[in-house]
């Protein structure tokens, strides 16, 4: 059976709390009334909604500002951007100078660059969209604010990094602006920040801020829009008076319940973990992947950075090659944004930071959550250990049979044939069935060596052979010599498998089936 898991992708998005679960549930279950209701059953479900608010003013020492429940952190971006373009317009037509620049940080999360280049398109603003260098340990450039800042209309940064955990001066950031440009509106991404950092809104100049349920053990389609009182809002969602106005349509009332759950465990403040446990427990990963990767280099300086991230990068190793490996041994981990991973491109965060090729086309982000203990660490770092011996041991082997003379292959010649062949997929659920039909079936990992020695699965028991899918051609002939038996192909995803099937039934072998969806299915 699969290893189970070790979830460490936590700055992608977290599992859901206990109580957060059990919050949401009671607001579909018992809470179902709609807050803008004005009978005793809507009134419940007001009381609800005002909870959730006042405790996550509690947390965020927001004093006046508004806190606007929105569908996640993108669409809170999207509104304070809009809410700041109109501001400028309207300045603008009434003929007050306002700045050119929209300046964003380099390494901010798309969505903020992407929704200036929108809204200043759709306006018709036509002020130029600028990027604000960081420095090779991933800070902004003060120098260069300081220089861009008389000319700014909006200024948009962040709180903490996701991809690298840095955390911004926000400090300096504010000196700046109260010296060059008291009247620059400032939209800060706090959604890495929140329940890793402390956050006093209502001592900062932030306009605008933006949270995200999901990043903190609350469920996906839940977030927060704060804005300091008199900043400028315009809604984006009009037709209903609901969030005082501010945002048209009912509340998303369970996913604000399990947010309320998740403000409440801040403010009882013993069920995350603390600062200084959360710090251990980077260093004991940080020393996993040092012996478990001679050569390893961590990408940003730990003291600059929240503790529960950690970005590094191998020598001659790809991020595609540690990810599959991590996989295979059942740690999960990204490459980067979860909202870039399906494009194969090195980190842009750590492109801008300046660093060199082979650091950001190897780079991994491990990222655990404030509520993962000491046990879970432990078995992390024990899988990230096993990674490393494997990596050693597939190399050794490569190594030595690079010096053996080829294998002599006679292999059918297939056509050249690109049509797509129907391959029998098995469901995971239907394995158990067909391999008991089929004693004598072949059943083959596809994957690489290094990731069959990682995850060393067993199939229901059942023999497994590791062919990677570039060495099939080294067997074919022996498969072919037994028409009659049936084979299983898997691998991670299925789409190995896929091809691997494919290729065995364009040289004439009948009975193919693979593992649909992988192992990631089972």
Not at 78 to 107: C, D, H, W
Request: hydrophobic fraction near 45%; charge should be neutral; proline fraction near 5%.
């Amino acid at each position: 059976m699969p290893i189970t898991p070790i979830y460490l992708d936590n700055n992608a998005t977290t599992r859901v709390m206990p109580a957060a679960q059990a919050a949401a549930q009671s607001a579909m279950a018992e809470v179902f009334g709609n807050p803008s209701s004005g009978h005793c059953t809507g009134l419940v479900a007001r009381q609800l909604l005002s909870e959730a608010r006042t405790s996550t003013a509690q947390v965020l020492d927001s004093g006046e500002g508004q806190l606007i429940f929105m569908s996640g952190a993108t669409e809170g971006i999207q509104t304070a951007v809009f809410s700041a373009l109109m501001n400028l317009r309207q300045r603008k037509a009434q003929g007050e100078p306002i700045g050119r620049l929209l300046v964003y940080g380099a390494t901010e999360h798309k969505a903020v660059p992407q929704a200036l280049l929108h809204w200043n398109a759709v306006l018709g603003l036509d002020l130029e969209v600028v990027a604000l260098p960081v420095c090779g340990h991933g800070q902004h450039q003060l120098d260069v604010l300081a220089q861009w800042l008389g000319d700014t209309a909006l200024l948009c940064t962040m709180a903490a990094n996701n991809e690298t955990g840095v955390v911004s001066d926000l400090g300096g950031i504010e000196r700046l602006i109260h010296t060059h440009n008291p009247a620059v509106l400032w939209l800060v991404d706090c959604v890495q920040a929140l329940g890793k950092l402390p956050l006093k809104l209502r001592q900062t100049r932030m306009d605008y801020a933006t949270f995200s349920g999901h990043k903190l053990y609350g469920p996906k389609g839940i977030g927060l829009l704060y804005v300091r009182a008199g900043s400028p809002y315009t809604a984006m969602m009009a037709g209903g008076g609901q969030e005082a106005g501010l945002r048209a349509g009912t509340e998303n009332m369970p996913g604000i319940a399990a947010w309320g759950a998740v403000m409440k465990a801040l403010l009882e403040g013993r069920t995350f973990q603390s600062g200084s446990r959360l710090m251990a427990h980077r260093a004991q990963l940080a020393r996993a992947l040092l012996l478990a990767f001679p050569g390893v280099v961590f990408n940003a300086p730990f003291s600059l950075a929240v503790p529960t991230t950690l970005n590094f990068s191998v020598p001659g190793l790809s991020s595609n090659t540690l990810l599959a490996l991590f996989d295979a041994a059942g740690v999960r981990v990204s490459a980067g944004s979860a909202c870039s991973a399906a494009k194969a491109e090195p980190s842009y965060v750590l492109v801008a930071m300046g660093l060199p090729e082979w650091q950001t086309t190897s780079a991994v982000r491990l990222s655990f959550g404030p509520l993962d203990d000491h046990m879970l660490i432990h078995q992390a770092c024990t899988a990230i250990v096993r990674c490393g011996q494997v990596l050693a041991q597939v190399q050794a082997q490569t190594a030595l049979s690079a010096h053996l003379p080829p294998a002599a292959i006679g292999l059918p010649k297939a056509e050249t044939d690109f049509t797509e062949l129907p391959v029998a997929a098995l469901a995971w659920g239907d394995l158990a069935t067909f391999l008991s039909q089929h004693p004598d079936a072949q059943v083959v990992d596809v994957r690489e060596r290094y990731e069959h020695l990682a995850g060393m699965p067993s199939v229901l028991a059942r023999r497994v052979v590791n062919v990677p899918l570039d060495c099939l051609d080294h067997h074919v002939a022996g498969w072919l010599a037994e028409p009659a038996r049936p084979m299983v192909f898997f691998c991670r995803t299925g789409n190995r498998s896929h091809t691997a099937a494919q290729a065995l039934m364009r040289h004439g072998h009948a009975q193919i089936h693979h593992l649909a969806g992988g192992l990631a299915l089972v």
